[in-house]
């Protein structure tokens, strides 16, 4: 049974830093692709990195709004995904969810969800 469960969400400051967490069972990290997605208030869900699985390179996508100021790495050991913020923006203000397609090589269509973190970005 896949499940995912976010952690790790809070305030921030403007400028600041926040790692959240995603606690995966029922598969190994490494294989499926990954996506972090956020949705914020009276805004479409939005996917803002996929990370592939290992038989696709491994590589990870940003979305323009993100790139350069978050990372997203995986533990292979506690089957853990991770999202870094940096430097985040009152706009970066979401709900976080983690997903996946059961699927290597695309984060489309993703059908297994965690249950959300809120990141709010305030002074």
């Known amino acids: 049974q896949v499940q995912l469960v976010e952690s790790g969400g809070g305030l921030v400051e403007p400028g600041g830093s926040l790692t959240l967490s995603c606690a995966t069972r029922?598969?190994?990290?490494?294989?499926?692709?990954m996506g972090w997605f956020r949705q914020a208030p009276g805004e479409d869900r939005e996917q803002i990195s996929c990370?592939?699985?290992?038989?696709?390179?491994?590589?990870?996508e940003f979305d323009n709004s993100v790139k350069g100021r978050f990372a997203v790495s995986r533990d292979k050991a506690t089957n853990t995904l991770y999202l870094q913020m940096n430097n985040v923006r009152p706009e970066d203000s979401a709900l976080y969810y983690c997903?996946?397609?059961?699927?290597?090589?695309?984060?489309?269509?993703?059908?297994?969800w965690g249950q959300g973190a809120q990141v709010t970005v305030a002074s």
């Open positions: 029922g598969f190994d990290v490494d294989v499926y692709a």
């Open positions: 997903a996946t397609a059961g699927d290597g090589s695309t984060c489309y269509g993703a059908r297994w």
């Open positions: 990370i592939f699985g290992f038989g696709h390179n491994g590589r990870t």
